[in-house]
């Protein structure tokens, strides 16, 4: 292929369209060179990979210096980064030993607190999820370790592990973050490529439906009780989750000033969905807020204060959890399954599915549906053999 071939004006569907080199093709990959700026090209690799790179003369010696992963890194960030290049080169400084300089210069943990949740607080509606993320698994895991040195061995690696202790869904969601993170920092400079891509992700099982049975629910409300009568923050948390349905973030960052204890209801300002809305108590998740009120510790906002910091909020339940669960002898449970048990006492009594979703502060009913719909039809099929008895009387 002659060079005049291999000028093309880059764009996105331009560069979606090059051929991947043939398996006997000599070389490891093919370039190309941008008709509008100078010195940048793109290698296309034979497994289908596409890499930025700038083509450029250093004190008389030729160089090359890698931009980053197409389609992480855009046409126009590309073309930034080559006239980034070109003033550095201006100044006699060489653009790999600078860019060198930055990507060493930061940790994972520092990158993810100083640029990725900072962005994601601006950009993402599930803000709080991502902090969760990376703030319990990721920062502890690669905190330490220089971004642009964490290997793609040592992210299957915790994925697979994950997977073992946790849940395959769980897994995947750290390696979409992961993932995510190392997208903004290709972006920033921070990066050349992005160790998560290319990790297959686990296979995973239909929503989650496991709920409390009536049995199940007596034996775990018994032991939860004694916890929340010593006035264990974490009891009572847990027992809230039960009696409301929230998700568990949505009760812990729970402010005082929030509650209204007089109109029985709690306004959220910030759901997963990214909506405000309100709470409406029952009357034994008021009677417990309004005892939790008057032993409230002064000057902290939260209705579940840190043990640890007077001016945050509780962040875990698990330990208080898991020893109730095991009390009460029941396997297989998790605390977001509160949420699943409150729902399922509401379906198996009767209580319409847009009515469960209002309650769940689902943003779709189809979301509701998903994991509720064979116990809603249980019910309608309950009820309409009420026509069946009645009319059978007529014949007996």
């Not at 790999?96 to 962005?119: C, K, M, T, W």
């Not at 992961?178 to 992005?194: D, K, Q, R």
Request: aromatic content about 8%.
């Amino acid at each position: 292929m002659s060079k005049s071939r291999n000028r093309i004006r880059f764009s996105h569907r331009a560069i979606d369209a090059l051929p991947v080199p043939p398996k006997d093709h000599p070389a490891s990959n093919v370039e190309y060179s941008d008709e509008v700026e100078s010195g940048l090209r793109i290698a296309v690799y034979k497994s289908g990979r596409k890499s930025f790179r700038h083509r450029y003369t250093f004190l008389g010696n030729k160089c090359s210096a890698t931009i980053g992963e197409y389609p992480a890194i855009n046409v126009d960030l590309a073309r930034e980064r080559v006239r980034e290049h070109k003033r550095l080169l201006a100044q006699n400084i060489d653009p790999r030993e600078e860019r060198n300089q930055i990507r060493q210069a930061i940790s994972f943990g520092d990158f993810v607190n100083q640029h990725y949740l900072p962005f994601a607080q601006r950009e993402k509606r599930s803000y709080k999820d991502i902090v969760n993320r990376c703030q319990l698994r990721l920062i502890p895991t690669f905190g330490k370790k220089v971004l642009e040195r964490i290997t793609k061995a040592d992210i299957s690696g915790f994925h697979q592990r994950l997977r073992e202790e946790v849940s395959a869904t769980t897994a995947n969601r750290h390696l979409s973050q992961i993932s995510a993170v190392y997208v903004l920092a290709i972006e920033m400079g921070h990066a050349t490529s992005n160790p998560a891509r290319g990790i297959k992700k686990f296979r995973e099982k239909g929503p989650r439906t496991r709920a409390l049975d009536e049995k199940e629910l007596q034996l775990f409300i018994t032991e939860l009780r004694k916890e929340v009568d010593l006035g264990n923050p974490s009891a009572q948390a847990i027992y809230l989750l039960l009696l409301s349905g929230l998700r568990k973030m949505e009760f812990l960052s729970a402010r005082w000033e929030h509650v209204d204890l007089q109109g029985e209801s709690v306004f959220l300002p910030n759901t997963k969905p990214g909506t405000s809305r309100y709470l409406y108590l029952n009357s034994s998740a008021a009677q417990l807020l309004e005892t939790m009120h008057a032993k409230r510790v002064d000057g902290n906002p939260f209705v579940f204060p840190s043990r640890r910091s007077r001016a945050g909020h509780l962040k875990e339940v698990r330990r208080t959890f898991a020893t109730i669960a095991q009390r009460a002898e029941i396997s297989n449970l998790r605390l977001h399954d509160m949420r699943r048990s409150f729902a399922t006492l509401l379906v198996n009594n009767g209580v319409d599915l847009y009515v469960v979703k209002d309650l769940l502060g689902h943003a779709d009913v189809r979301t509701t549906q998903t994991t509720y719909a064979h116990l809603h039809n249980s019910t309608l099929r309950k009820a309409t053999q009420v026509v069946a008895d009645k009319i059978g009387n007529f014949f007996d």
